[in-house]
């Protein structure tokens, strides 16, 4: 079986810099993905790691360490529109089957 | 049209109603996908097509039917619902051949309420 576990919520100001932290145990690893979803959104891709090691694209980076059955999220340079929820998400051993966390709610304050 | 489309947005039904979700997607991918998002709770895998067969059922209720007619389209039958089904409903779909290609396309989603 398939299990996530990421904080359920967590609050940063403007400007900063947050972190989002998510572990997971799976049989079989396929890679590891974030999503961003907005309230009342669908969730939208923001990245996909297979190797281990920080890959950044603008703001965002991500981290995945598959040893350690763990991965972050991180956010540079936060403004209002990043708050969101963040969802961990691993695939199954044939790969379209996609394993949730139950996200982490990023409230950015002024 | 392009992406995940989703219809309707949102939708109010009585428990001894018969209804259906649609979902389209434009993108040329293989697999689709149902998922349902309740408040508070992580996103639930409900079936799983991939070239228009079924692959997945996550041990889903009987009064939940699916349906994929063709690799661009599947939809959603609902009869005697209750009331805890009130929920988020989300297709996805990919190209399903590995990697990033796993990556899912969502649509926005039903808004589905049963009163």
């Known amino acids: 079986g398939q299990n996530i576990d990421q904080p359920t919520e967590m609050t940063a100001t403007e400007g900063a810099i947050v972190q989002i932290n998510c572990t997971y145990q799976t049989s079989g690893f396929n890679g590891l993905f974030w999503y961003q979803q907005h309230a009342g959104e669908a969730p939208t891709f923001l990245s996909y790691n297979v190797l281990d090691g920080l890959e950044e694209k603008g703001r965002f980076s991500s981290f995945l360490s598959r040893s350690k059955g763990y991965s972050y999220l991180l956010l540079k340079e936060l403004q209002m529109k990043d708050s969101a929820s963040y969802l961990c998400a691993v695939p199954g051993a044939a790969g379209n089957k996609l394993t949730f966390g139950g996200g982490t709610r990023v409230l950015v304050k002024p | 049209e392009t992406g995940v489309t989703q219809t309707p947005r949102h939708l109010v039904m009585g428990m001894t109603n018969k209804k259906s979700l649609k979902c389209e997607q434009h993108l040329g991918h293989n697999a689709m996908y149902w998922y349902k998002q309740s408040a508070k709770k992580p996103l639930e895998l409900m079936f799983v097509?991939?070239?228009?067969?079924?692959?997945e059922n996550n041990s889903v209720p009987s009064r939940f039917s699916p349906e994929c007619p063709n690799s661009s389209h599947l939809f959603l039958h609902l009869h005697t619902l209750q009331p805890e089904d009130s929920a988020l409903y989300l297709c996805a779909s990919s190209q399903d051949e590995g990697g990033t290609a796993y990556e899912q396309y969502f649509g926005p989603g039903t808004r589905l309420t049963v009163t």
């Open positions: 097509y991939n070239f228009k067969e079924q692959t």
